[in-house]
């Protein structure tokens, strides 16, 4: 795979995948999980990594501005450092839900930082692309929805890979800047595990724990405006 892009005005055909390769897609999109706990020992090879990283990569972006940065970590000690950081949060994150909650919540595994081969933080540098960004002009916010777009990319492709992915958010941001030395402009979006996996959970590990169950797509479709459901 190259990372050309293709030469300028250069068009591709338009048309729907073949039925296979649409089925594949649809069949990474439906079977993606968050994972924590089914890693293997089993190392990721680089040019297997690069092939995730250059999935992220050709996310979309506002104006063009590629925000993001990839931290690849794969030593012990920040493993360990972010681990630390997450217990400490995760203890906090836990006095924050109702009695009635806490135990299922205390007994939920929510990383895997230190299981996984390796760990990856995707960053956004708001600073790229100039004091003004098309697209950004009247949403600033935009670089973050950008950069979330290359997280998503990495994880389907894993997904196709057998490779899995955790997102782990339960941190303080300052914690992770110390830990990774992030400049003031550049924000830590995604701390991702990855490793290989045999097994998947049938449906969101959270769901076949009881935490919460996926939503009725009807439910959450209007028409034309806030709150209108179609007849």
Known sequence: MSDLAPAENALLPSGPFAPAELAAVY????????VRSQ????????VTLRRLLLAA????????????????IRSTGVKAQAQAAFVRANAEACAMFPDHQRPLYSALKLEGILQAPVNLCITCD??????????RTHQPEMDL??????????????????IGVGWVSIFHKDDLRG??????????VAWLCLGHVDTLYAEPELQAKG???RLPLEDLIYHEGWGQHGS
Request: overall charge neutral; aromatic content about 8%; glycine content about 8%.
């Open 57 to 72: 990569h050709h996310a979309p972006s506002v104006g063009l501005s590629q925000p993001w940065n990839f931290i690849v």
């Open 179 to 188: 830990i990774l030395g992030l400049p003031d402009h550049v924000s830590p």
């Open 126 to 135: 708001h600073s790229r692309g100039g004091p003004v960004v098309l697209g």
């Open 27 to 34: 069949r990474a999109i439906h079977t993606r999980r968050d």
């Open 39 to 46: 890693f293997t020992a089993r190392e990721i090879d680089e």
């Open 145 to 162: 929805f950008s950069t979330v777009c290359a997280v998503q990319n990495l994880w389907l492709a894993a997904r196709a890979e057998g």
């Open 211 to 213: 935490w919460a169950t």
